[in-house]
T-cell receptor
Framework: AQTVTQSQPEMSVQEAETVTLSCTYD???????LFWYKQPPSRQMILVIR??????QNATENRFSVNFQKAAKSFSLKISDSQLGDAAMYFC?????????????FGQGTRLTINP | NAGVTQTPKFQVLKTGQSMTLQCAQD?????MSWYRQDPGMGLRLIHY???????DQGEVPNGYNVSRSTTEDFPLRLLSAAPSQTSVYFC?????????????FGPGTRLTVT
């Protein structure tokens, strides 16, 4: 079974600075997808960024980018120019690319605080 | 287009009571699922469905029942509530044919069992 580990329960960063959230995963599969979700105090789960394992290029969405290291099974999220609205819980998630697979496996989450 | 809706938003139950958490989506998504979120444990899959009439167990199915009689609705039933079921419950849906497709989450239901 696949597992996802986020080893940083809490992180904080000064507004406008850059912060990196860590995620490692364990799988025997060669093809899969990785995701970062944001959960603000409203509880709504919001997809931030996604990565296909067979693509070597790291995904980028505006101020959010990932560092995907397939051999190391690492998938970190970098937030540049942090804003107060970035404060939230962040979850890393894995999904198999096996045909028909739909289930997400989540990490424990990292609570990000932005200091003004 | 309302997306994924869940009712109620909050619920308090006594041990032994039963109830149904409602989930509906209007995006014609084949895949629907239920997760529970507990502090320090992320979201864990309870049950899921790949289409009307088809359901299967996830990681933590004990104490919960589901059915999928229509594409739109995927209710979660607590048969006899226990304090260990105190949690926040999320319903999600996804278009089944999109391998990298996004899972859309509902706003969640906070359940407290006393």
């Amino acid at each position: 079974a696949q597992t996802v580990t986020q080893s940083q329960p809490e992180m904080s960063v000064q507004e406008a600075e850059t912060v990196t959230l860590s995620c490692t995963y364990d799988t025997s599969e060669s093809d899969y997808y990785l995701f970062w979700y944001k959960q603000p105090p409203s509880r709504q789960m919001i997809l931030v960024i996604r990565q296909e394992a067979y693509k070597q290029q790291n995904a980028t969405e505006n101020r959010f980018s990932v560092n995907f290291q397939k051999a190391a099974k690492s998938f970190s999220l970098k937030i540049s120019d942090s804003q107060l609205g970035d404060a939230a819980m962040y979850f890393c998630a894995y999904r198999s690319a096996f045909q028909g697979a739909q289930k997400l496996v989540f990490g424990q989450g990292t609570r990000l605080t932005i200091n003004p | 287009n309302a997306g994924v809706t869940q009712t109620p938003k909050f619920q308090v139950l006594k041990t032994g009571q039963s109830m149904t958490l409602q989930c509906a989506q209007d995006m014609n998504h084949e895949y629907m699922s239920w997760y529970r979120q507990d502090p320090g444990m992320g979201l864990r899959l309870i049950h899921y469905s790949v289409g009307a009439g088809i359901t299967d167990q996830g990681e933590v199915p004990n104490g919960y029942n589901v059915s999928r009689s229509t594409t739109e609705d995927f209710p979660l039933r607590l048969l006899s509530a226990a304090p260990s079921q105190t949690s926040v419950y999320f319903c999600a849906s996804k278009k089944g044919t999109e391998t990298l497709g996004e899972q859309y989450f509902g706003p969640g239901t906070r359940l407290t069992v006393t």
